[in-house]
Structure formats: C-alpha cells, structure tokens
C-alpha cells in the first residue's frame, strides 16, 4: 500500500474546509499553487495579513482589556 495519496484534509472541498477551520476557531488564509515565484508572493501576502490581524487582536486585548478566545489566524497551503 502506497502512503502518496491526498490527505483526509486536502479531500474536502474548499468552502467545507473554510468552514471546518472556523469552527475550530481559527481564521483562515489560503494560499495554493505550483510556481515558486507566485507561491513565494502569495506566502508574503499571507504571512503580511497573518501578522496584521496578530497585530490587531493584541491591540485589542490591551486597550479593551479583552480576555476574550480571539480566531488567530492560520495559513492553509492547498
């Protein structure tokens, strides 16, 4: 038996995994393709938003006093 194939995760239909992420939650960026100089964009894109919304619920949390669950964000390579 070959051990190759797709992941559980990489099965499931972008909107049902989107959904799935937030549910567990987590916020969601993705981010897929083939070519390394689009991907290495799309990956500075990401991490750019990543670090923005990070920047944003720290923010948050120290002028509202928020002890509040925040949805961190997660980057999800397809």
Known sequence: MSGSG???LAR???AE?????RGYGWQPIFIGGHEP?????AMA???DKAVTRIQAIQTD???Q???DWP?????VLR
């Open 37 to 41: 100089a689009a991907m290495h964009e």
């Open 65 to 67: 006093g928020r002890a």
């Open 45 to 47: 894109a990401a991490l």
């Open 6 to 8: 797709p992941t559980i």
């Open 61 to 63: 949390a120290r002028r």
């Open 17 to 21: 995994l989107d959904q799935l992420m």
């Open 12 to 14: 499931i239909p972008h």
């Open 71 to 75: 949805c961190w964000p997660m980057i």
